[in-house]
């Protein structure tokens, strides 16, 4: 069996000191694929650099803008994602990390701005036809509308999904993949572990999303995307397919996905 982590930001500084380490036992653990989302300008260069090294990991990367980190930007800057996005257009496999964060709205009271960062993020990824990967919390309703304003051509995936069943199959019917990680190993999280217990197995992907989003037991502690096969080991007891079919359908997932890099 092998695995892909759809989603984790290995290019962090926290992974400094473990870089060649983890990487390599990560190919041990037949973990071959990391996709590596952006989520600032300050990180572009770096992250794209990371991505162009050699390593016993295939390290695939995306340019965006996180709506986290929007305090300091200006639509300047989205002139020169999308310079950054046409100079590595053939490195590149989504736009993202992308999306809408209705805490971070109430804090720093910036919604619209919010708004037009994933508006201007989407556009983008339709012209140079790439899929999204997109950021909620909170707000799958405002990102629901959204998309069915503008749908993502190329589809994507559905970063750290938490949601219900029937939020579930309106994205997977918008033609999105859903990125499942450490929430399904929290008893608490009842409504998502319900949904991806019987939602199609073609729209699921594994992702960690390290060093954020630990696993249930291991809060406050540096996640990893080592992480990824207790996530793989939580979803095979809430499924009922055999694990190698479920692992074999998981990569096939992420091979869709990447077949509308465009």
Not at 111 to 117: D, P, Y
Request: glycine share 6%; aromatic share 8%.
């Amino acid at each position: 069996m092998q695995f892909t982590d759809s989603h984790c930001h290995i290019d962090f500084t926290e992974f400094d000191a473990e870089f060649d380490s983890l990487l390599g036992k990560c190919a041990q653990q037949h973990i071959h694929r990391l996709i590596i989302p952006a989520v600032s300008p300050h990180y572009w260069q770096r992250l794209l650099t990371t991505c162009q090294t050699s390593q016993p990991c295939q390290l695939l990367p995306c340019l965006g803008i996180h709506p986290w980190f929007l305090t300091e930007l200006n639509e300047q800057h989205l002139l020169a994602l999308s310079a950054k996005v046409a100079d590595h257009l053939n490195e590149i496999v989504a736009i993202g990390e992308m999306g809408l964060d209705g805490v971070i709205a109430e804090q720093q009271d910036n919604w619209a701005k919010q708004i037009t960062f994933f508006e201007y993020q989407l556009y983008l990824a339709n012209q140079v036809k790439k899929p999204v990967i997109i950021h909620h919390r909170r707000t799958h309703n405002e990102i629901i509308s959204l998309l069915k304003k503008t749908p993502a051509s190329c589809g994507g995936i559905i970063h750290g999904f938490s949601g219900s069943y029937q939020q579930a199959m309106t994205y997977i019917e918008m033609g999105f993949k859903l990125g499942i990680g450490g929430t399904i190993t929290y008893p608490r999280a009842q409504k998502t572990i319900k949904a991806v217990s019987k939602l199609p197995l073609s729209s699921l992907v594994l992702e960690t999303d390290a060093p954020a989003m630990p696993i249930h037991g291991e809060q406050g502690k540096h996640n990893t995307p080592l992480t990824l096969l207790t996530v793989f080991d939580t979803l095979c007891h809430l499924r009922s397919e055999p694990p190698e079919q479920l692992a074999t359908a998981l990569e096939n997932n992420i091979n869709s996905f990447l077949g509308n890099t465009g």
